[in-house]
Each structure stands twice: as C-alpha cells, then as structure tokens.
C-alpha cells in the first residue's frame, strides 16, 4: 500500500490527521504540487485526477478523494471510532463533514484559486485548464465568513462538530479553518469564541500535532 | 420519522431512489421548492439551511444532506447493500459518489443556477443571497462534459460506476444526468455509448421507476 501526500495541501492533511489519531503509519511518496509533480506523466499514469490525496492499495486499484481514503482506514481499523457508531452518529458526521466541505471549503477554495497569479489556468483542481474568474474571490468571502458562523453556533451548543466526542468532522473543520488562515488571510476563530476553544482544543491533541507540524 | 421532499429537486430524488431500492416508505412532507415554502419561518425553526431533502428523526434531530440521510437508511436496513461490503468497495462507493458531486453536480449548478432570472440573487442554495456570476454558465458546461466524459469512460470498463453491481453510486450518477439534461439542455448520454447503455439499464429498475415517475 501506498499513500501520495503533500504536507501543505488540505485535503491530504486531513487523512493524515486520520492515520495520527488511529496510530497508522503508512508508506508515504511525497509529490510536490509546488512543483507540478501530479501533472507528470508518471503520476499520471497512476492517478488520471491529477489530485492529492491518492492511496495504491496492493491489488493495483487507486483511491482518490480524501473522504473515500478515510473510509478505507475505518473499515480496516475501527478503532478509535472516528466515523461514528451506528445509525445517526455516522449520519451526523457525514452531515457535518459535507456542509464543512460544500460550504466552507468550497469557498476557501474560490478565494484561493481565483485571486492568485500562481493559479492562473488552473482555478479548479485536476488535468483540466479552467480560468479565473475573479467574482468567486468576493463570493467566496463570503461564503468562508457564512460557514464559520454556522460552525461558531454550532461549537456553541455541542463540544465536537458531529458528535460530543472527536470524529472526522472535526478532522475536516479544523484543517479547513487552518486553510482559511492561509488562504484567505485572516484566522475564522477571530472574534468566534466557540471557534477559538475548539481549535485550541483540537491543536492540542497529540495526533493533530505530529501530523501538521 | 418525517422526510421533507420535493420530487422536481436532484438531491431529494436520491433519497427517494434509495428508499425505494431498499422498498421502505416514510412519512413524506412535500416542501415546494417552486413556492419557496424552504424560505418559510415553519420550515427555517426546523431545516435551517433551507434545504432539500431532509429527515426528521422521532428525537427531533434533523438530519440534511443527502448522502448523511441514505447512510443512516444504510445502517438501520443494511439488505440490499447499496454503499458496498467491506473497505474497499465502501471507499469506491464514496469516491465516485463524491467524484459525481464534486466534478459533476456542482458544474451543472453552475449553469443552472446563474443562467436563468428565476435563481436572480439565489445562485447557491441556502437562507443567504448570492449574485449570479455569468462566468460560470460557461464553466459549468466544460466542467459537466468533462464529468460525463470521464463517466463514460468509467462505464466502458465497468457495468456499473463504483462496482460490479448497482450502488448508491449509480444512484447519485442517473440523478445527476437527469438533472443535466433538464438545466444544460441537452442529454449527457448523447454520443456517449456506454452512458446510454448504462442509464437505460437504470431506468429500466423498478425502484428507479417508481422513485422518478
């Protein structure tokens, strides 16, 4: 098995995170998107995406998409649950997984790769060209600053994201509020106490640590 | 139980697909889209997002999203298995449906939602007014043929889209086609062979049927 990683990307990051907290360590290829490595005919040859994350599982079948990756993991190694146990807790992680990634990262993702030089041609991930549009920084503004909201109310009435107890939702928020920072220039736990406890709290777990520093 | 429904809306027909393959029948409440009855002060106490579809469940929670509400139907009525057994198939089961969202749902909203008058001040879904961005018309349309090609591709080596046997994957790929041929104008499966081959193959289940009539 092999795992394709790059440490400053968000997606990969959150499966990393994953691998941390259920004590997994996996063979690791470093393919640096800094230097348009998933873009060589190699790497595309194994992953037509053109994406990180990417997992090789030994029968030669490929994973992409961070959220499948991490499935993967929980099926093979369900302990510590991260996925949610039983009906509504998964139903609840998954809910809170794709409004985080639909709402906020989408979002993030419009600041950060329509308003850079180093993005032009490139404004959606994958093989294909796309172009900037410029409107999407301001919508996806926007957008950053209507999720961290919903997540601020949220952290208010409940301890973790999805459940009273840390799962990939948590994963998922807390690697997109570390996005934000970067990509859109100011941190979302500014002025968000709820937010700002939580990600204290979430920094400070041991497996965050090693897998984000 | 309640589920909140409109038949016309994409995601809330995944639910009904799914429900009906695994032959259960909940309480269903209509929530007409066409009225904006989601922008209700009665529907917002409950479904805050505004969005469609979404489950009520005895203890008050409310469950939104798609894929979290047929993954809680997953758990409490496991046969027939639509998200896969085992590690592998659930990760491909979870990759292309996310592939299908992320790559081809979200390009036909795009062109859905900021080409026409009606969705004016409305371009995302949800309580929060966005500005169509006429831009993205145009990128919706390549991002969506790119999707259907990719799936086409997918569909000449293997029968179904995740695994060798229909899934929840299918299931998010036909609505999604669906949707396309209503908001693009024109039908993905044509010039794509094993597209048509495979969405008829779909449309002929009697719970697709059903669901969709």
Redesign the interface.
């Known amino acids: 098995m092999q795992f394709y990683d790059f440490r400053l990307a968000p997606s990969p990051t959150k499966v990393r995170i994953f691998l941390a907290e259920k004590n997994l360590e996996i063979p690791t290829v470093i393919v640096n998107l800094r230097k348009f490595e998933q873009q060589s005919a190699e790497f595309l040859a194994k992953v037509p995406?053109a994406t990180l994350p990417a997992l090789e599982?030994d029968d030669g079948?490929v994973?992409?998409?961070s959220?499948?990756?991490c499935?993967?993991?929980e099926?093979?190694h369900p302990e510590p649950n991260l996925m949610g146990e039983?009906?509504?807790e998964?139903?609840?992680v998954?809910?809170w997984h794709?409004?985080a990634t639909l709402?906020g990262y989408?979002g993030i993702q419009e600041v950060y790769r329509n308003g850079q030089e180093y993005f032009k041609g490139r404004a959606?991930a994958?093989p294909?060209g796309?172009?900037q549009?410029e409107?999407?920084v301001d919508?996806g503004r926007?957008?950053v600053e209507?999720f961290f909201d919903k997540l601020d109310r949220r952290l208010g009435e409940s301890p973790y994201v999805a459940l009273d107890r840390f799962t990939y939702a948590d994963i998922a928020a807390y690697v997109y509020q570390g996005f934000a920072k970067r990509a859109v220039g100011t941190d979302p736990a500014g002025g968000r106490d709820n937010l700002t406890r939580w990600s204290e709290m979430i920094a400070a777990r041991p497996a965050v640590n090693t897998a984000t520093s």
Chains 1, 2 share one sequence.
């Open positions: 995406s599982l079948t994973l992409v998409e959220h499948a990756i499935r993967y993991f099926e093979l039983g009906a509504k998964q139903a609840l998954l809910m794709d409004m709402e989408l959606l994958g294909q796309y172009e549009i409107a999407l919508r926007k957008r209507v």
